[in-house]
């Protein structure tokens, strides 16, 4: 996205006050344009206009596939926030807080979680009762707008999520300094954090040939105890579900920089599909860091709709499909990166043919290892996959 | 035996010579028995076969059903119908009592051309008997004329002709002198005086209700006179007889069993209502408990000193008359030509009227009346019918007025904005009249402002049984959900007994009624007026209430549920001015629903309901415009703080820079569009500039002063 224009850089000796904190390059661009936003505001009031805020807008309508690249980008669409604006002067007052609290985060060179910062920035309006935050959910998604217009990522606002996905596997990495080796994390691995920029994380030495991405911690502990990753040679990982930007952007490094292939087990559902969707192309609401998150090359290895026939499972574990999966798997069909791919058009028709999905678990019931020793052995040598 | 039902209804002979009468009636008896008697044997014969066919012989004959029919007095009737007249119950009965001696005062004044004042005196003289004196400053009855006035039914000056007046038929005051005779056994008492220097009248009479005649007791059956000097006030002094000194005026004193209790129907709330309906008058009142010290007189203080316009007699109308009357009004115009017939019975016939008339009827205009038959009255009154005639003139009504409403209504019920409107003179039945609608919208309920003391007191004086029952009985507007709300609010149960309720539980209560906010579970508080008198009693009988319910309210802003009294805080007062007006009974308690009056009555009420709507969309768009403004000052200082947390910019110009352009975001708004953002209808701005409304300058929640104002006239 196109840089802002730059309209007045008016008084700022914030930077020379907290002369003590290093600031980083980065850290230095996100204040100038943090304090830019603030400027305008100012010329805006002097001028007797009403501010506002043109905000990007993260909808579906404003995303596009790019066919060449291969993921998702964001439109030019933006949504105006105004102050003087009934239904959005409280938006706006906390999107204005967010950037303070951010900017404070990083004068003082500290970082905090997305709920550190809502209790940072929580407090009664004067002279009311009203809160500035009702719920966290609201600094949420007002920390994404922001990342949006000042084009700036969420750790450069000097903010991070919550730990979630693990990895192990032949790699060796240092993460702030400590030495980090994948292949002794015990039976828990290694908790991916939300930031591993090249500054957090470096990798060591990697024997991997490839990524096994699955669904969910259970799974995950199902290969880690079979130590699948040692007798195949790859790393593992999950992501806990829908994986959080740090373990996307792990999976990004580690395809991209030690050139390993990645490989997805994901339960055969819609939301497993959707997951698959998000590695792949790059999710809706953060198609604007698609570019550093995107695999567009990730396989989806399983579980596929024929797998019930194929592996005579028994008929205990399925699952039927309700009306939401329904609409679900029919939206994700209709995607254009789905929708010319005839393999995925047969997959998804063929669920709902079934009426049922699949968990990665199911495969349980044949045997307790069925999966990390013959299902995915099974799919990886016959390069059965999806892409 | 000739009955004439009169226009009320009520078997009345005027002129009545009783002896005569009585004579005469049996005369009537004689004479018939006489021609009976040939027949006589045939009964006879006809009872014996009778009996010999095994039939029981009759009960009773002709002949002995003959003795027993005689004469009925008004006054007997009366006494045994006292409902009809207002006394069913002790309350209603002292209510009554003040209420048409003081209307009666309020005629004799204002016929005169006297600025009324009336002393009322309630003093209570045993368990249930009060004594009663009204006391006016007109001008004092004649000598002769006083135990006619006051000791015989259906004896008046308003009966017989076509004048606004708040009496009509001359039955109120001796209606109540009567029943203070039959409940108490004492005499009714007055004293009248005409000039100052003329002796002051005392009478003390009981009415005969047998022969509907006045029984004087005092003088030797002739009254007292008592001079206008220093003996005259010892006099007064020795035989305890009240009186205010004035120059001229009358009182009459009664003194009956009744009940005193305030609240709804109340003779507080007669006063009160009559103080709004007649800003001309002054009314001093000492209710029963100022006589033990408990409290002051209370002086309901005029607001004008003009007298309303002097009503005029009037002919009827051709409009308003009927087959029948044509006919019996022909007959009395003997002697006359058609054209000099119609000019002189109707009002607004001219001859060139007259002449047209005629010409539509096919008759002459220089006939006869003495020639005109049945065929020819009917065809003259279809021509009255159709040929277009002026309304009946309207100087034999004086109407409030919307500023004098609008004052009167001011004064005593509280609220943000007022409005009157005074429909133009309408005819029903060839009885002119003319409605009038006020409106104050906003005021607290009754309930809200009641001070604990009166409190205690409603509470130890009611009848209700639950508190539940009391609320909605004694407060008006205050519906049984707002009851329910308060007994919750002041955490009672709706059955705790009124009467017996703890010093502590009072308390609870005073201070839910204070708090629960009644705005919405109010309902519309309807006065109602007829001739200046208000009516209490029978709101659903009367044409005003059905009509009110009958209103679509809601196209004005206000709740209503089909066929019910809308809900808000709203006062509506409907006066009905006429000659003649038509009281559903003699009690005087509800008005008869004709079409005419109903359809007036509308448009009425459509008129002031459309200004409240104004008044009210606008109230809302403020408001609306209000809470957008608070909800900007609301984060301003918010995005001030942070803004200058992150570029350093001065906290307090930025703040007040963003504060002139919210100002300016909202005034645009206040001035070019309403909230869907449409040109907004001037008639509304011209809501101020409208005489017939009142707007009261009040602050609204958020502390800016609106910009409405008040200009229909000065308040105080």
């Known amino acids: ?387 | 035996m000739a009955k004439q039902p009169s226009k009320n209804g009520v078997h009345a002979e005027r002129a009545p010579k009783p002896k005569n009468r009585i004579a005469a009636a049996e005369a009537d008896i004689e004479a018939a028995e006489a021609e009976d008697h040939a027949d006589e044997s045939v009964g006879e014969e006809n009872g014996k076969e009778a009996a010999s066919n095994g039939r029981k012989p009759r009960r009773a004959t002709a002949q002995s059903m003959a003795a027993s029919q005689r004469d009925i007095s008004v006054s007997e009737f009366f006494a045994k119908n006292r409902h009809l007249l207002g006394f069913d119950n002790p309350r209603k009965a002292l209510l009554t009592t003040i209420k048409e001696a003081v209307d009666n005062s309020l005629d004799a004044c204002e016929e005169a051309g006297i600025l009324p004042e009336i002393w009322v005196h309630v003093e209570q003289t045993g368990t249930n008997r009060f004594k009663v004196g009204v006391q006016d400053n007109g001008p004092g009855i004649l000598k002769k004329q006083i135990p006619l006035i006051f000791g015989k039914l259906l004896y008046g000056s308003k009966f017989h002709r076509l004048r606004m007046s708040r009496g009509q038929q001359g039955i109120g005051i001796s209606a109540a002198g009567m029943y203070g005779v039959l409940t108490t056994g004492k005499p009714v008492k007055i004293v009248s005086k005409i000039s100052p220097k003329k002796p002051a009248h005392y009478y003390e009479i009981k009415i005969d209700t047998k022969k509907n005649l006045p029984e004087i007791l005092n003088g030797k059956g002739e009254g007292v006179d008592i001079p206008p000097n220093e003996a005259g006030r010892q006099y007064i002094e020795k035989h305890g007889i009240e009186w205010v000194e004035i120059d001229h005026g009358t009182r009459v004193t009664i003194e009956l069993e009744g009940k005193y209790l305030r609240g709804r129907g109340s003779v507080d709330e007669y006063l009160e209502q009559t103080a709004i309906a007649n800003p001309h008058v002054r009314i001093h009142y000492q209710d029963p408990e100022s006589g033990s010290g408990q409290t002051e007189e209370k002086l309901y203080e005029r607001s004008t000193d003009q007298l309303p316009r002097e009503p005029k007699e009037i002919k009827p109308h051709p409009y308003g008359i009927e087959l029948g009357m044509l006919v019996a009004m022909l007959s009395d115009a003997r002697g006359l030509t058609l054209s000099q017939f119609l000019t002189s019975s109707f009002s607004k016939v001219s001859s060139a009227v007259a002449s047209k008339v005629c010409q539509t009827a096919g008759v002459g205009t220089r006939t006869s009346t003495a020639k005109v038959g049945r065929n020819e009255a009917d065809k003259l009154f279809q021509a009255l019918r159709e040929t277009r005639i002026a309304p009946p003139s309207t100087d034999c009504i004086s109407p409030i007025g919307e500023e004098l409403l609008l004052k009167g209504l001011h004064q005593v019920v509280p609220g943000e904005f007022y409005v009157a409107a005074t429909r133009p003179p309408a005819v029903y039945r060839g009885n002119p009249f003319q409605i009038e609608v006020a409106l104050a919208y906003g005021g607290m309920s009754s309930a809200n402002k009641v001070p604990f003391d009166v409190l205690e007191d409603l509470l130890e004086e009611t009848d209700a049984r639950t508190l539940r029952q009391f609320l909605t009985t004694t407060f008006y507007g205050l519906g049984s959900d707002a009851a329910d709300q308060i007994i919750k609010e002041a955490d009672l149960s709706p059955r705790t007994s009124a009467s017996k309720m703890k010093p502590a539980e009072v308390k609870k209560l005073h201070e839910a009624m204070r708090n629960v906010n009644l705005e919405s579970g109010q309902t519309m508080n309807v006065l109602r007026y007829a001739n200046r008198v208000p009516l209490q009693f029978q709101p659903a009988a009367c044409a005003i209430t059905q009509t009110v319910m009958g209103t679509n309210w809601r196209s004005y802003g206000l709740s209503q549920s089909r066929g019910s009294l809308p809900t808000g805080p709203v006062t509506i007062m409907v006066h009905m001015a006429s000659v003649w007006v038509p009281f559903t009974s003699e009690s005087k308690e509800a008005i008869a629903s004709y079409p005419e009056i109903q359809k007036e009555l509308r448009l009425g009420l459509q008129s002031a309901g459309r200004k409240l709507g104004m008044y009210l969309r606008r109230r809302l768009k403020v408001k609306q415009e209000g809470e957008r403004r608070n909800i900007f000052l609301r984060y301003l200082g918010e995005v001030a703080t942070a803004v200058s947390d992150i570029n350093n910019a001065d906290r307090k110009k930025l703040y007040e820079q963003l504060l002139l352009v919210a100002k300016k975001k909202t005034a645009t708004a206040d001035a070019k569009f309403n909230e869907r953002g449409e040109f907004v209808d001037p008639a509304e701005i011209e809501l101020e500039k409208d005489p017939s409304v009142l707007i009261v300058e009040k602050p609204n929640e958020f502390g800016i002063k609106e910009k409405a104002k008040g200009n229909g006239q000065e308040t105080s």
């Not at chain 1, 008084?11 to 100038?32: F, Y």
């Not at chain 1, 799974?219 to 040692?230: G, P, S």
């Not at chain 1, 990982?237 to 997805?264: A, D, I, S, W």
């Open chain 1, 1 to 387: 996205m196109a840089k802002r224009p730059r309209k007045t850089v008016a008084t700022n000796n914030g930077d020379a006050k907290k002369a003590a904190v290093n600031l980083s390059d980065r850290d230095k661009k996100t204040l100038r344009d943090l304090v830019s936003l603030a400027d305008r505001i100012v010329l805006d009031a002097d001028k007797k206009r009403d501010p506002y805020l043109d905000i990007p807008a993260r909808t579906l309508s404003n995303i596009k596939y790019n066919k060449t690249k291969r993921f998702l980008e964001m439109g030019s669409n933006s949504n105006r926030r105004q102050l003087f604006n009934l239904s959005q002067a409280k938006v706006y007052m906390q999107s204005l807080l967010v950037a303070s609290g951010s900017k404070r985060l990083i004068d003082e060179g500290k970082t905090t979680s997305l709920r550190g910062l809502y209790y940072m920035l929580k407090h009664s309006i004067e002279g009311t009762k009203e809160e500035t935050f009702d719920d966290q959910t609201q600094s949420d998604t007002i920390i994404e707008d922001m990342e949006v217009t000042l084009n700036s990522m969420r750790e450069e606002l000097h903010l991070y999520a919550k730990n979630a996905g693990s990895m192990v596997g032949p790699i060796t990495l240092t993460d702030t300094g400590d030495e980090i080796d994948c292949s002794r994390m015990g039976s828990g691995g290694y908790s991916i954090p939300s930031i591993v920029e090249p500054e957090v994380v470096q990798f060591g030495k990697c024997t991997a040939k490839f990524i096994l991405h699955v669904e969910k911690d259970t799974v995950w502990r199902r290969f880690n105890e079979d130590k699948f990753w040692k007798t195949h040679n790859c790393i593992l990982t999950h992501g806990g579900g829908q994986p959080p930007r740090g373990v996307r952007r792990m999976l990004y490094r580690l395809h991209n920089e030690l050139k390993l292939p990645v490989y997805c087990l994901l339960d055969n559902d819609p939301w497993g599909y959707y997951i698959y969707s998000v590695l792949k192309q790059g999710s809706i609401n953060l198609a604007y860091e698609s570019k550093r998150m995107a695999i567009p090359d990730a396989k989806f290895l399983g579980i596929r709709s024929r797998d019930y026939e194929r592996c005579e499972l028994s008929p205990s574990v399925k699952i039927n499909l309700n009306d939401t999966d329904i609409k679900r798997a029919k939206q994700i069909a209709a995607y254009p990166w789905f929708e010319h791919k005839k393999p995925w058009q047969k997959e998804i028709e063929q669920m709902l043919k079934n009426g049922f999905k699949l968990e990665v678990e199911s495969l349980i019931s044949k045997d307790i290892s069925y999966v990390t020793e013959v299902y995915t052995p099974e799919r990886l040598k016959e390069q059965d996959w999806l892409d």
